[in-house]
């Protein structure tokens, strides 16, 4: 089984404008797809630091001296560069979201096709899991995450449902989830709506919007001057965040202007968005809403 399919992989590494003796980190190692292609880059004085908090990664490193694997989350990266001697980069890439391998392994719980015990962490040392959120969160957070994670109209009434569920017995796996939650998932839309309510679930499962706010900020400090950031994005809630955060260098509100009413930002964008072609969605369904954005630091 091929443990991930990268996505938009020339678009992406091509947006970090690679200096053959230049230092990059690739945020989301996974399978090592977009990493091997920024080494074919590289000189020989290139250096690349992956990190990914997912065990399974570990299989697929890269046996090169200028690579470094880095088995943590990526909302740690400056103080995991700064460990390895590494104050500046020149470029960084983010691919967001669930690998195919993450998808794949069914006892994982990503997956809305499987039957599988509620889990969906990203790493196994992550205390909580896809059961706790089911199981011990009260309504109002329950309601939280499926309105606010997964954009659910009915995540209030579902809150409510599942609560009352659990006081009969606990909800344990996919299958028990899917049926206490049956009224909400009419025939024609229950792939689409099971989706968002795994998303919700899973976003707060691995905290990803904390993370990805983290992760930007420190983008911007470890990132040269002229150092790319390159970010693919499969959802709307990532996507709006690292939009207004290459746009503005700031998730809410207006950026200072200068003297002359001009906005103080620290990027410069390079490529507005760019999305796969048919031809790659045709090969990879799961490139279909795939949004890279890449910014230049000022």
């Known amino acids: 089984m091929e443990y991930h399919n990268p996505v938009l992989l020339k678009e992406t590494v091509d947006g970090l404008n690679i200096k053959p003796d230049g230092v990059y980190v690739d945020v989301t190692f996974g399978g090592g797809g977009h990493s091997r292609e920024i080494m074919e ?80 962490r990203m790493s196994k040392k992550n205390s909580l899991n896809a059961f706790v959120v089911v199981n011990d969160y009260d309504e109002s957070d329950l309601k939280r995450v499926f309105v606010e994670y997964g954009e659910l109209k009915n995540g209030g009434a579902m809150a409510v449902v599942i609560v009352n569920a659990r006081k009969e017995q606990p909800i344990k796996n996919s299958e028990q989830l899917k049926k206490v939650l049956g009224r909400f998932l009419p025939a024609h839309k229950s792939n689409k709506i099971l989706a968002q309510i795994y998303q919700a679930i899973r976003i707060e499962v691995n905290q990803e919007m904390d993370v990805l706010k983290e992760f930007l900020e ?81």
């Open 41 to 120: 880059r590289l000189g020989p004085n290139g250096r690349l630091f992956g990190f990914d908090q997912d065990e399974d990664a570990q299989a697929n490193v890269i046996n090169d001296a200028r690579f470094t694997l880095v088995p943590e989350n990526f909302r740690f990266i400056k103080r995991f560069l700064r460990f390895y001697g590494v104050k500046e980069v020149d470029g960084i890439l983010a691919d967001l979201g669930v690998s195919s391998h993450q998808f794949d392994v069914a006892e994982r719980g990503f997956s809305t096709r499987f039957e599988a015990e509620l889990d969906m």
């Open 218 to 298: 420190q983008s911007l400090e470890v990132l040269k001057p002229g150092g790319r950031l390159s970010v693919i994005s499969y959802h709307s809630l990532e996507d709006r965040l690292v939009k207004r955060y290459m746009r503005n260098g700031m998730f809410e509100g207006e950026p200072e202007r200068d003297f002359f009413g001009n906005f103080e930002v620290p990027f410069k964008i390079i490529e507005k968005l760019i999305v796969p072609s048919d031809e790659e969605i045709r090969i990879n369904n799961r490139a279909r809403s795939a949004k890279l954005r890449v910014a230049e630091k000022k």
